[in-house]
Structure formats: C-alpha cells, structure tokens
C-alpha cells in the first residue's frame, strides 16, 4: 500500500519557524517529482514547492519564495519543507505529494499520491 505521511505541522506564532516531514512508503518515490501543496479555509489548494527526483532542481510559489525550502533524502524516503518567517497567511493545511512527470511540475492534476495533510497554524 502506497502512503505518504505528513508531521511537523502545529501552532506558532508570526516569524516563527517550522519544518514538515513526508514520509513515504509502499514503493520507493526517489524517481518522483515530489511536492507540497496547502489549502487554507474556504479556499482551493495551491502549490507551494516542488523537487525533482535527483533533488537538484527546485520551484517555488512567489508568495513563499526566500522563505521556505524544499529538500528531499531519497535513502529514506523522505521529503522536507522547511519553512521560516511564517506568516498568518501560511495557516492551512499543507500536502505532500509525488508524481511521475519529470522535471518540477506545479500543478495538481500531475500528482498521482497525496499525503493526508497536516495542520500549519499561524498567530498574528
């Protein structure tokens, strides 16, 4: 069974900082394109960040760009989001997710597995 398990998420205040976790297992994701997502309340899920399989090229959504960073350790599975800065604006709740297209792919529908979410909130 294919699983991508997101951790890290919690309450902290603006300019805090906060580092999710994704780990995956049921198959081995080091030739995937691996990504976060984040949806915030009574709004659509948008891209944050995406790594490419070997972990050398990255992307970014402007509204978090200089403050976040994507890594991934393909020996364990796993994928990173370190996020720092944080905003109230950041609140929602933030994805994991991996896909087979090659490169860095930012849009949603390219991603075959998704991680349950966990929960990113930020005080003003």
């Known amino acids: 069974q294919v699983q991508l398990v997101e951790s890290g998420g919690g309450l902290v205040q603006a300019g805090a900082s906060l580092r999710l976790s994704c780990a995956a297992s049921?198959?081995?994701?080091?030739?995937?394109?691996m990504a976060w997502f984040r949806q915030a309340p009574g709004k659509e899920r948008e891209f944050v960040s995406t790594?490419?399989?070997?972990?050398?090229?990255?992307y970014y959504a402007d509204s978090v760009k200089g403050r976040f960073t994507i890594s991934r350790d393909n020996a364990k599975n796993t994928v990173y989001l370190q996020m720092n800065s944080l905003k109230p604006e950041d609140t929602a709740v933030y994805y994991c997710?991996?896909?087979?297209?090659?490169?860095?792919?930012?849009?949603?529908?390219?991603?075959?597995?998704w991680g349950q979410g966990t929960q990113v909130t930020v005080s003003s």
């Open positions: 997710a991996a896909s087979r297209v090659a490169g860095t792919p930012a849009r949603s529908d390219l991603y075959d597995y």
């Open positions: 049921g198959r081995t994701f080091s030739s995937d394109a």
């Open positions: 790594i490419s399989w070997s972990g050398g090229s990255t």
